[in-house]
């Protein structure tokens, strides 16, 4: 992981697992079922999937193209193909990186809670009071200085490859445990009402809400996919020449929607259980929903306990990336010694993440997914598009069997179609966030 030097992925394997690393994350089991119970259940989730597939997918080849081309850090790529003008676009997603590493910690705090929670018992009288207890004050800032603190170790200590393994294990873990409950809540009275709920789009829903609608089924699609970040483009700098890009990507996309969907599987029929699908839907849906689901099955503490440690390893392989973007820039940039950069840049966040951890997480979760990123994705399409153009097409046919066309509709998509759809979410998330 350390940016300065030039290795390859050992086997395309690594690099997907890697790159499956940071997407699956807080994004699939948290924020996916909180955005979705909040924007209106199924219309939310048709738009969710047409932004993950038809915006995020060729956004996610783009990252991976400039990222194997240059062969550099988001920032040093940016700068060097765009002849010193585009830095910029770079420096945005280190600066998103370290925006959302501070929020994403304290989350990472609640679920540091919930283990510990999970052992206590602490949880399973009542789900949404524990939630209240641990979520913001100072059990939380507690929390979250655990969680960043580890997160700086890791990236300090360059063991990154343990959690680089960690992740082989975690999806498939992930995979089956998310699968195990959403089999148990299909069981419950009122499941229905939440496949409902989840599943069956009511389109005026979506022509009432749709300003609202856009920007966080966009916002999500780029947050879950570690798109805008920049760290896309680092660890695809890695990568030897002949893979497939769309392949792997596929494959990315792919194992990232399972995941959010298999919580929405578990977490939807167990808010409707408990009469929350129009409740209060608030950051803590899916933590009130799965705790309260712990509590009710047998052997709920240990399954919770198993639950909210594959949680932790999953926000570990996301959070390792968040704050190795904005450290390996420090580091290019002022040839500092890597642990104190990480120590540095990790303590600076974690004070900033004080903020949302006194209740603010949907704040700053809202300013990111509204503002920043969709700013750092309509530079990096631009970007791709216009400046790099040719070469960028040059580079997507290596190593795969893509014809021609594909590859010209693929520009023109990234032209034209990815930045006026971004510009306009852009426009929109602007005048929610500050309406
Ligand atoms: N994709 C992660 C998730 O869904 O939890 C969040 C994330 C991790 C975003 C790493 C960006 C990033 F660089
Ligand atoms: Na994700």
């Known amino acids: ?157 360059g063991v990154a490859d343990g959690i680089e393994r960690a992740t082989k294990f975690m999806i498939p873990a992930i995979l089956v445990l998310l699968a195990g409950l959403a089999v148990w809540g299909s069981t419950l009275s009122g499941a229905s009402a939440g496949y409902a709920y989840y599943l069956s789009p009511d389109f005026g829903v979506i022509a009432t809400n749709f300003t609202s609608i856009v920007p966080s089924a966009m916002g999500q699609a780029f947050f879950t996919l570690s798109l805008g970040f920049g760290v896309m483009v680092a660890y695809a700098s890695y990568l030897g020449r002949d893979d497939s890009l769309p392949g792997d990507s596929a494959i990315i996309v792919v194992l990232n929607t399972i995941v959010a969907l298999l919580a929405g599987f578990a977490v939807f029929p167990i808010l409707a259980a408990t009469d929350a699908l129009t409740g209060s839907t608030g950051a803590g849906t899916a933590f009130v929903a799965l705790a309260g689901a712990f509590g009710q099955l047998p052997a709920g503490r240990i399954i919770g306990f198993v639950f909210f440690v594959v949680l932790l390893f999953a926000a570990l392989s996301s959070s390792i990336s968040l704050l190795e973007a904005p450290a390996s820039y420090v580091v290019d940039s002022y ?83 990815v930045p006026i759809v971004v510009a306009y979410t852009l426009w929109l998330g602007v005048t929610n966030f500050y309406a």
């Open 1 to 157: 992981m350390d940016m300065a030097q030039r290795e390859t992925w050992t086997s395309r394997v690594g690099f997907i697992f890697a790159a499956v690393g940071s997407a699956v994350g807080l994004g699939n089991i948290w924020s996916f079922p909180f955005q979705t119970a909040s924007n209106g259940g199924a219309a939310f989730l048709v738009v969710y999937l047409l932004a993950v597939f038809l915006i995020g997918f060729p956004t996610m080849l783009i990252e991976f193209v400039i990222g194997r081309r240059s062969k550099q850090n988001a920032v040093s790529a940016f700068s060097e193909l765009g002849y010193g003008n585009w830095t910029f676009a770079g420096v945005i997603g280190v600066f998103a990186s370290f925006i959302t590493l501070s929020f994403y910690s304290v989350v990472g705090g609640w679920v540091l809670n919930y283990i510990v929670g999970s052992v206590t018992g602490g949880y399973l009288g009542d789900a949404s009071t524990f939630f209240g207890s641990v979520s913001s004050g100072t059990v939380a800032v507690a929390a979250h200085a655990v969680f960043m603190a580890i997160t700086i170790a890791i990236v300090a200590g």
């Open 335 to 417: 040839d500092t010694e890597r642990w104190k950069v990480a120590v540095g840049v990790g303590v600076v966040a974690f004070l900033l993440g004080i903020v949302p951890a006194y209740g603010y997480v949907g704040l700053f979760n809202d300013f990111v997914f509204n503002i920043l990123l969709p700013i750092a994705v309509l530079f990096i399409a631009l970007f791709a598009g216009w400046i790099y153009g040719g070469e960028a097409v040059d580079e997507l046919g290596r190593g795969t069997s893509l014809g021609r066309g594909a590859m010209t509709a693929w520009l023109w998509w990234v032209r034209v179609v």
